[in-house]
């Protein structure tokens, strides 16, 4: 299996992360202010919906199981970063090139849909508080040029400062939640966004979507199993707290935003404010400064997300020109940076031309290029993640010498599959809610499709390779090994390193 570039923000010295600085590292790679600036106030407009709070509390509990069995066979996997190194050790090579294939459709609809969000966002600040007035897709351009030209050059935020966002971003929506209860629309808190009858009505498929979009991020703990102080438990302990948490906070920032404006007229609110609408909330109850602080670190945010989510696919890219998946040339790296330049090239065109599309057709870059893009990123997300709790289920049966309980490799995994399975069959059936009025009615069907079809093709990719190319074949995925413990030097597990 390659070995790849270095994941961004995490020192590499290993046995130094403990289980509260990796679970920051994961729910800062979530980026919560994202979630609950952009993804729930656009949520609520195209779908109506006012049950997203109790969604939210579902899904922790759904990712939570998942998390179990994901840990455990974590341990094995050459690659844990890769969700189709588990998939490959667990349900076959030809599998795992589906899924990589799948990966890349829907982290590459996850990215860019950010573009959408980040126009959007810098473009109303501007106008508002500077009188420029320029299109969202001028706005989304320069943040395009920004990131290609830092992807290239293998930059990437530290540790530290992802640490650092995330402890600003919880401060305001902290603020948020404690100015929404004390000043609640009508003068009484209504607690309808947590009431589970809420939820399966009309909407559904959204709230799903756009839900599921939002956490992802926080199965990212896996990655940095060399660099744990206790590999067979410090990644599992900091994935629970990284989910726990960032599902609370959404749920009770998504609650907020109804108490905030009355479960009545979120929708209508939310579609007229789109990503404003936190910001509004605050400056109303907490003073302008408060409302321009939050609109700041959403742009911030929103900018980290898209750096992340950029060297991320040009790292998948990496990885299967590396294998000869893919063409040899994506494997190549910088000879200065070390950067999987191709990669990184091949994501920023795959952006470029795809904004560029939609301010050609004149499309809007909330309700149509986030959430249309967020929706295709979502279902490629839960085809994974279902496939990944099947592998883990496929790699313990038979193995009749492990470490792990019962619960670990086959029950969790077993429900975390049936969960998941129905969450993507509601989202696929319901997906037309997250579409505009009016919008082409091919769409409905094209979109929840494209990283299914590129599961599909990607597996013929495997197929072929198995019969045509056996080499490269066998080296997808890396193979099996049995985990072998880090050394622990004394005290090793009370330090934790100041980042590099």
């Known amino acids: 299996m390659p070995t790849e570039p270095p994941v961004p923000g995490i020192p590499l010295r290993p046995g130094r992360i403990g289980t509260g600085r990796l679970a920051l590292f994961v729910a800062a790679t979530a980026a919560p202010l994202t ?123 530290s540790g530290t400062v992802l640490v650092g966002l995330l402890f600003l971003e919880l401060l305001v929506l902290t603020a948020l939640v404690a100015l929404a209860l004390d000043n609640p629309a009508g003068g009484r808190v209504d607690a309808a966004g947590l009431d589970p009858a809420n939820l399966p009505v009309a909407g559904l498929g959204a709230v799903l979507a756009l839900a599921t979009a939002a956490f992802v991020g926080v199965e990212s703990g896996p990655v940095h199993r060399t660099q744990v102080t206790d590999p067979g438990r410090t990644v599992a302990r900091a994935g629970y707290l990284a989910i726990a948490g960032t599902g609370v906070c959404y749920a009770l920032c998504a609650w907020a935003l109804t108490v905030a404006t009355g479960p009545e007229n979120t929708a209508t609110v939310a579609a007229v404010a789109g990503p404003q609408l936190v910001a509004d909330v605050l400056a109303r109850h907490g003073g302008a400064a408060l409302g321009v602080a939050a609109q700041v670190l959403l742009g911030t945010a929103v900018l980290a997300a898209l750096l992340a989510g950029h060297n991320s696919v040009a790292r998948q890219f990496y990885a299967l020109g590396f294998e000869r998946v893919l063409p040899a040339a994506l494997g190549r790296v910088g000879v200065r940076t070390g950067a999987p330049v191709a990669g990184s090239l091949v994501q920023t065109g795959l952006a470029l031309a795809v904004l560029l599309g939609f301010a050609a057709a004149g499309r809007d870059p909330l309700t149509d290029m986030f959430a249309w893009l967020s929706g295709v990123g979502a279902v490629g997300v839960l085809v994974l993640l279902t496939l990944t709790s099947v592998a883990v289920v496929g790699f313990f049966n038979g193995r009749t010498v492990t470490a792990e309980s019962r619960w670990q490799r086959l029950i969790a995994p077993t429900l975390a599959t049936m969960g998941l399975s129905v969450v993507l069959v509601v989202l696929l059936a319901d997906f037309g809610t997250l579409l505009a009025p009016g919008t082409p009615t091919y769409l409905r069907a094209l979109l929840p499709a494209l990283p299914v079809l590129a599961a599909l093709l990607g597996l013929l990719r495997g197929v072929a390779l198995r019969s045509l190319r056996p080499g490269v074949y066998a080296r997808i995925g890396g193979g099996t090994r049995e985990p072998v413990p880090t050394p622990q030097p004394a005290g090793a597990a009370d330090r934790v390193e100041a980042q590099a």
């Open 35 to 157: 979630a609950v600036g952009g993804a729930i106030p656009i949520m609520y407009a195209v779908s109506g919906n006012v049950g997203a709070a109790f969604c939210f509390l579902m899904l922790t509990i759904l990712l939570g199981v998942f998390a179990v069995g994901y840990a455990a066979m974590g341990r094995y996997v050459p690659n844990p970063g890769s969700v189709h190194s588990y998939i490959a050790n667990g349900l076959g090579r030809a599998g795992a090139v589906g899924a990589a294939f799948a990966a890349l459709v829907a982290y590459n609809a996850l990215q860019i849909s950010l573009y959408g969000l980040i126009g959007a966002i810098v473009g109303e600040f501007v106008g508002d508080e500077i009188s420029i007035e320029l299109d969202w897709w001028i706005w989304a351009l320069l943040a395009w040029a920004v990131v290609g030209l830092l992807g290239v050059l293998q930059v990437d935020l």
